[in-house]
């Protein structure tokens, strides 16, 4: 059996050692080739701004999907309770002292539900220590310990990840 190959202006392709991308059809931007199911080749449907390529294994047609799992929101705060320029920061629109040792954290795009997982950090002095306690879809609370147990303002970063 013999194939004929054509290229986007219908063109029999003579030589296949090399395809140019000019030779290629038009298509949509963010679209890729790969094979089918049925070992055919097919797109895949363009994704969402900031999804990911996914592959469903051998004999699946890999997707676009929303990443998981991933970080969604971090900042670094200083003992007053303010974001500190030093660090950056993601997806948190605001922080606040409410009082010795307690920190409220507040999400420019809150999580999809309570299920997500934050971790603090206290960067003031050896022993010191962060929790974070009180997950809202839109906040979570941070509290600073020193190394005696006792809450105390310090210096503190944060993470948080899970479904938006």
């Given at each position: 059996?013999?194939w ?19 030779d ?39 997707s ?8 969604k ?14 660090g ?32 603090a ?44």
């Amino acid at each position: 059996m013999s194939w004929t190959f054509y290229n986007s202006t219908g063109s029999a392709l003579t030589s296949l050692g090399r395809v140019a991308v000019s030779d290629l059809a038009n298509g949509t931007d963010g679209q890729l080739i790969t094979w089918g199911t049925d070992a055919v080749v097919t797109t895949v449907a363009v994704g969402t701004s900031g999804h990911v390529l996914t592959s469903g294994g051998a004999g699946a047609v890999p997707s676009f999907a929303a990443p998981i799992g991933q970080v969604k929101a971090w900042c670094q705060m200083a003992a007053d309770g303010s974001k500190t320029s030093t660090g950056t920061s993601n997806n948190v629109s605001g922080t606040a002292k409410n009082s010795t040792g307690r920190y409220t954290v507040t999400l420019t795009t809150a999580f999809a539900n309570t299920t997500y997982s934050a971790v603090a950090n206290a960067t003031t002095g050896l022993g010191y220590r962060g929790h974070t306690e009180s997950l809202a879809t839109g906040t979570y609370d941070i509290t600073t310990h020193n190394a005696s147990g006792s809450l105390t303002d310090s210096i503190n970063m944060s993470i948080a990840a899970g479904d938006q």
